[in-house]
Nanobody, 115 residues
Framework: QVQLVESGGGSVEAGGSLTLSCVSS????????MEWYRQAPGKEREQVAA???????SYEESVKGRFTISRDNDANTGYLSMNFLTPEDTAVYSC?????????WGQGTQVTVSS
């Protein structure tokens, strides 16, 4: 069973920055696509960014130009760098590893942006 541990969440003012980390317990991390999702209170979970095993990235429209997803396969870690945060970015952020065979979720980390 793969465990994912997110960290880096917290409370910031609008315009601030945070970098989230997602550490995998598996050295097979490099063979998984990685995604970051968020879920705000009363809203459905949405994917905000994704990076494939070949490092192709994609972003939800509202975070383009502000968020950057990356990965360090040697460290079995994924990152989400978030800049110019707005109150609308307030949510629980979770990382997700996905392959053709299986997938795993982290427990989530809270990001709160005050105006």
């Amino acid at each position: 069973q793969v465990q994912l541990v997110e960290s880096g969440g917290g409370s910031v003012e609008a315009g601030g920055s945070l970098t989230l980390s997602c550490v995998s317990s598996s050295k097979m991390f490099r063979f998984y696509d990685m995604e970051w999702y968020r879920q705000a209170p009363g809203k459905e979970r949405e994917q905000v960014a994704a990076i494939t095993t070949r490092r192709k990235t994609s972003y939800e429209e509202s975070v383009k130009g502000r968020f950057t997803i990356s990965r360090d396969n040697d460290a079995n870690t994924g990152y989400l760098s978030m800049n110019f945060l707005t109150p609308e970015d307030t949510a629980v952020y979770s990382c997700h590893l996905r392959s053709a065979r299986d997938d795993y979720w982290g427990q989530g980390t809270q990001v709160t942006v005050s105006s």
